[in-house]
């Protein structure tokens, strides 16, 4: 492998800074995989699993404190604190390095250093994107190995001798306390110490893929979104390709391996968190995962929410904080009706209920995305798949109908950035409360949001025939609390209305706030759902939506003048035709 002078020096300065006693460049290979899990099941960083039921899946317990991303502690270091804007924590470069160095300073002393040059994307597309991490952590390398394509073809896709975003891990003492999370967009560089987490710290994934990756589209003129990437295959064989963007732990993955209720219709899987969208020569907006694997949350994922899931992580799969049973297969709250007798809780107690649930909330399974049996057989494409239809979708008890559609481009993407959700155990903190989060980018978007919002706006009239942008909402509640909608594979018939919608036979009416179904034009058939149910599912209430848009009005002021004028124009005629 030769590797670029400018990597070399990179690496070199990390080892001064952390003083390993060793550096190993990693090569992605199968043996280098299988030698990190020996040496974590000797240490114990790993616990084997039942290899008969679930051959070569092994489960790490994480420190207690270190289960989730940590946005508090998380932080874009531009230069100008404008250029994070109001949604990001920001702190000047010098003073994350100071802050942050502290704690990395000899944090590898007696420890092997790994650099880990990884691609994000297919081999052999410009839409890839290189970095080079390092880290002292196995797990975290064999996770790399599982989430993205490790070793030569990494150096080799890189465009010029800096091309790579540079990204520097340690564990630190895992203690909150000494934790951070920095990102350098004007550098391409990324900092995490002090957790070995999750989307903390598989540099690839949210620090890179897209926080970093925003701001790289931005200069380049592409997208980097947090949305899945699905086909949607009606009964003919025609394949409508979309990417959806939805907030950690509202489903995204179940959808994006969704096993459609319709007869006759089916999806296929392209990528369950991230896409990155190029505009092609002819103006058509393509789509490439940049990710090789899925590291999807444990909980509820069941032959019932997800059997293309369930079955995927049966072989070779690493399970983080989810429950053992006694004999040694993994379980998380959901999988099975009835909870196994004799449970090790995530924290490798004896389960009793007064400890919670057995398997942690957030507790996830990492592996690779080829296993999925719906996996698209062109998802490594390097042209990428053409994008028709962009969904944004949240987590709304109330408010927000179950799907409606833009007026246009830039309509849309004032849906996209009107959007809220309730939270969940993806990042630390209270669960279920409402919160921004246009377009499920509130915690990675990794530059001003108003600033992101223009970008959307541009790429609009960059395309020949822009996506139809669609906003769903599975989660909306009756007055007694049940769910209005049966989710899951029902949500095919919330798709095929959207394929009807591109093909220009899907019928609608049109409201404040954009075109809902038509009665009748929502295939129903067959499913659990009463006309009551579907009126209120996609019900919009002038009151509720007033008092949205005000809370909306007070988000967007915080932008200042850096507000995009769209914006604000279609707030203001959103009121306007509530009679506002
Ligand atoms: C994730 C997240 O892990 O969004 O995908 O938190
Ligand atoms: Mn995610």
């Not at 270190?66 to 994070?84: G, H, M, N, P, Y």
């Not at 993205?148 to 891990?169: P, S, Y």
């Not at 893929?209 to 997208?223: D, F, I, Y």
Request: a neutral charge.
């Amino acid at each position: 492998m030769s590797i670029s002078s400018v990597a070399e020096k990179w690496v070199e300065e990390a080892a001064a800074l952390t003083q390993p006693s060793r550096v190993v460049w990693c090569d992605g290979s199968k043996p280098e995989y299988d030698r990190l899990i020996e040496d974590m099941l000797r240490d114990g960083t790993l616990l084997p699993l039942n290899p008969r039921t679930y051959p070569s899946c092994y489960l790490h317990r994480s420190h207690p404190s270190d289960v989730a991303r940590t946005e508090q502690l998380t932080f874009i270091c531009s230069r100008d604190k404008d250029d994070a804007g109001p949604t990001n924590n920001w702190m000047a470069p010098a003073e994350a390095k100071a802050r942050a160095g502290a704690y990395v300073k000899g944090a590898m002393k007696g420890k092997t250093m790994y650099v880990i040059p990884y691609l994000m994307g297919p081999v052999g597309s410009d839409m890839s994107r290189v970095g080079i991490m390092v880290t002292d952590s196995q797990y975290v390398v064999a996770s790399m190995h599982l989430m993205t394509r490790v070793g030569a073809v990494a150096i080799q896709a890189m465009r010029r001798d800096d091309d790579f975003i540079a990204g520097l891990h340690a564990l630190g003492d895992l203690s909150p306390d000494r934790r951070l999370i920095l990102h350098f967009p004007e550098e391409k560089l990324i900092w995490s110490v002090g957790s070995g987490y999750g989307g903390n710290a598989l540099l690839g994934k949210k620090c890179h893929a897209l926080r970093l990756a925003s701001a790289q589209a931005r200069e380049e003129g592409w997208l980097a979104e947090h949305m899945l990437i699905l086909g949607i295959e009606d009964p003919e064989g025609r394949i409508t390709y979309v990417a959806a963007a939805m907030p950690s732990a509202s489903g995204k993955t179940n959808l994006a391996m969704v096993i459609s209720s319709l007869p006759g219709w089916r999806a296929w899987t392209v990528g369950d968190d991230i896409a990155w969208m190029h505009i092609d020569a002819t103006g058509q907006l393509r789509a490439i995962n940049p990710e090789r694997g899925f590291f999807g949350v444990a909980p509820n994922t069941s032959p019932k929410t997800n059997p293309n899931g369930t079955a995927m992580v049966r072989s070779n799969t690493i399970f983080t904080n989810v429950a053992m049973t006694p004999s040694q297969e993994p379980w998380w709250e959901g999988l099975t009706p009835e909870v196994p007798a004799g449970l090790t809780d995530w924290q490798g107690r004896p389960w009793h209920p007064a400890n919670g649930p057995a398997a942690h909330p957030n507790s996830r399974f990492t592996v690779l995305a080829s296993q999925c049996p719906s996996i698209a057989p062109n998802w490594e494409d390097p042209q990428g798949v053409p994008i028709s239809a962009l969904i944004f979708g949240s987590r709304r008890s109330a408010v927000i109908p179950l799907v409606f559609e833009g007026f246009d481009w830039n309509h849309g993407v004032f849906l996209g950035s009107a959007m809220s959700t309730e939270t969940t155990a993806a990042i630390t903190g209270q669960v279920g409360v409402v919160r921004r989060d246009p377009m499920a980018m509130i915690p990675f978007c990794g530059y001003n949001m108003a600033d992101y919002f223009a970008h959307w706006l541009a790429t609009g009239p960059k395309l020949a025939k822009p996506p139809k942008i669609f906003r769903v909402n599975w989660f909306r509640r009756d007055a007694d609390g049940k769910f209005l909608w049966p989710g899951y594979g029902a949500n095919m018939r919330v798709l095929k209305w959207m394929v009807e919608r591109v093909r220009g036979t899907g019928r609608a009416e049109e409201t404040p706030i954009g075109y809902v179904p038509a009665p009748g034009a929502l295939d129903t058939d067959g499913i659990n759902v009463t006309p009551t149910q579907l009126r209120e599912a996609l019900r919009c209430d002038a009151g509720e939506w007033l008092a949205a848009l005000d809370d909306l009005g007070q988000f967007f002021d915080g932008f200042g003048s850096r507000l995009p004028a769209p914006i604000a124009a279609s707030l203001a005629e959103t009121r306007r035709k509530f009679g506002a």
